[in-house]
């Protein structure tokens, strides 16, 4: 049992991840050349409140029960949006630290290299 609901989730996760709007722009900017707009797809998470306020406004004048999934939705993709700003800007550091530690040690060795033919 539990490995079926095990297998189930994993299948899902993955479909999810693939096919999902939302999911498909956050694995494009979780690549080296996205990190940049971690900061400005920020900006996303502002039509998602506002639809969560207008289903919320439906909601409480008498709208069907099942909007609230929507609400659900789209709070969970503000959050989403809000979190992967900072953590964009923390994965680029970091990749460029990386990258400055390469590039100083290909130095080094270029010019170790230079020294010992001289």
């Not at 993955?14 to 999911?23: C, E, K, Q, V």
Request: hydrophobic share 55%; aromatic share 8%.
């Amino acid at each position: 049992m539990i490995r079926q609901l095990w297998t189930l989730s994993v299948h899902t996760r993955a479909f999810l991840r693939r096919y999902m709007p939302t999911n498909i722009l956050l694995n494009a900017i979780r690549t080296r050349r996205g990190l940049k707009w971690g900061v400005p797809a920020m900006l996303l998470a502002v039509p998602y409140l506002l639809a969560a306020s207008t289903f919320t406004t439906l909601i409480a004048d008498g709208g069907p029960g099942w909007l609230n999934f929507l609400v659900l939705l789209c709070l969970w993709n503000t959050m989403k949006f809000i979190i992967m700003g900072p953590v964009s800007l923390i994965l680029l550091a970091r990749i460029r630290v990386r990258e400055a530690v390469a590039a100083r040690a290909e130095r080094r060795a270029m010019a170790k290299s230079v020294e010992q033919a001289v």
